[in-house]
T-cell receptor, first 111, second 117 residues
Framework: GEDVEQSLFLSVREGDSSVINCTYT??????LYWYKQEPGAGLQLLTY?????DMKQDQRLTVLLNKKDKHLSLRIADTQTGDSAIYFC???????????FGRGTSLIVHP | DAGVTQSPTHLIKTRGQQVTLRCSPK?????VSWYQQALGQGPQFIFQ???????QRGNFPDRFSGHQFPNYSSELNVNALLLGDSALYLC????????????????FGEGSWLTVV
């Protein structure tokens, strides 16, 4: 079955770059997503990448996809305290378009 | 443009009771999915509705049922509640299964927090 794994915690200093990593097992994944969840809130779609791309940039966010290694990363440049949240990686296997989520990475940004 | 809206935001139920949660999808979306997110976990897929029918289902018992209305809104019903059903229930909407070129972007509501005591 599908499996998405992420490290549980990441701590960075304000102004530094954050890199959140994710691995997935389903080689037929079509779309891969990054969502952000602030305390007590729902999931906010940050960005997504189609499986035929290897990079996508959107302002401070850069997504890198290594399809061979089934590795996805999210880089946040100039990390701010407002970026503190849980970040979820999700993939969708071919045909289903039902995202499978990892357990989330808790990003802590300290001054 | 209203996003995905869910109600109620919080509720407390007793074991054995039944609960109904409601969701209105983002404008222009016709597909609704429900997820359960237990504390400290990622969202787990319950089922998806499209054209008023259940299209796919995750690994959840029959106590979990749903419905989609002609206006695309949806309900999630859980019968015979267990303590383990306590979780955040998230509704997600998207624009249909076949629009690959749209990125099939999936938007979530703020969720309904269910506590079973």
């Amino acid at each position: 079955g599908e499996d998405v794994e992420q490290s549980l915690f990441l701590s960075v200093r304000e102004g530094d770059s954050s890199v959140i990593n994710c691995t997935y097992t389903d080689s037929s994944s079509t779309y891969l997503y990054w969502y952000k969840q602030e305390p007590g809130a729902g999931l906010q779609l940050l960005t997504y990448i189609f499986s035929n791309m290897d990079m996508k940039q959107d302002q401070r966010l850069t997504v890198l996809l290594n399809k061979k290694d089934k590795h996805l990363s999210l880089r946040i440049a100039d990390t701010q305290t407002g970026d503190s949240a849980i970040y979820f990686c999700a993939d969708t296997s071919g045909g289903s378009y039902i995202p499978t989520f990892g357990r989330g990475t808790s990003l802590i940004v300290h001054p | 443009d209203a996003g995905v809206t869910q109600s109620p935001t919080h509720l407390i139920k007793t074991r054995g009771q039944q609960v109904t949660l409601r969701c209105s999808p983002k404008s222009g979306h016709d597909t609704v999915s429900w997820y359960q997110q237990a504390l400290g976990q990622g969202p787990q897929f319950i089922f998806q509705y499209y054209e008023e029918e259940e299209r796919q289902r995750g690994n959840f018992p029959d106590r979990f049922s749903g419905h989609q209305f002609p206006n695309y809104s949806s309900e999630l019903n859980v019968n015979a509640l267990l303590l383990g059903d306590s979780a955040l229930y998230l509704c997600a909407s998207s624009s249909g299964l076949d629009r690959v070129d749209s990125g099939n972007t999936i938007y979530f509501g703020e969720g309904s927090w269910l506590t079973v005591v």
